[in-house]
């Protein structure tokens, strides 16, 4: 599975972006699919995840309530959509993807290049 992100940017504090990304080699139909972040200095945390069948979904404390994760099997792509942004937002989001997993999965396989987040505050 190869996985393209993209969307991201920079918004002052209190936007909002969506973040996109695009599954190819298998269909987003059998894909568990979710979005990490890494600020600079940090490790890279999980934020949302999607399970494959799209009945359930999970989130980090820290973007519950403000970020929603989507799939678009029709397109083959998984989306976030993040409101209310705040300056500790910053950071490389990354997709990640495995087939027939769950939300919240602890061993996505494949890997997007990242899109940088910058919020001005």
């Known amino acids: 599975v190869q996985l393209q992100a993209s969307g991201g940017g920079l918004v002052q504090a209190g936007g909002s972006l969506r973040l996109s990304c695009a599954a190819s080699?298998?269909?987003?139909?059998?894909?568990?699919m979710a979005w990490f972040r890494q600020a600079p200095g940090k490790e890279r945390n999980y934020i949302a995840g999607?399970?494959?069948?799209?009945?359930?979904?999970s989130y980090a404390d820290s973007v519950k309530g403000r970020f929603t994760i989507s799939k678009d099997n029709a397109k083959n792509t998984v989306y976030l959509q993040m409101n209310s942004l705040k300056a500790e937002d910053t950071a490389v989001y990354y997709c990640?993807?495995?087939?027939?997993?769950?939300?919240?999965?602890?061993?996505?396989?494949?890997w997007g290049q990242g899109t940088q987040v910058t919020v001005s505050s």
């Open positions: 999607i399970s494959w069948n799209s009945k359930t979904t």
């Open positions: 990640a993807a495995r087939p027939f997993a769950p939300a919240g999965d602890a061993r996505y396989n494949s």
């Open positions: 080699g298998r269909s987003a139909s059998n894909l568990g």
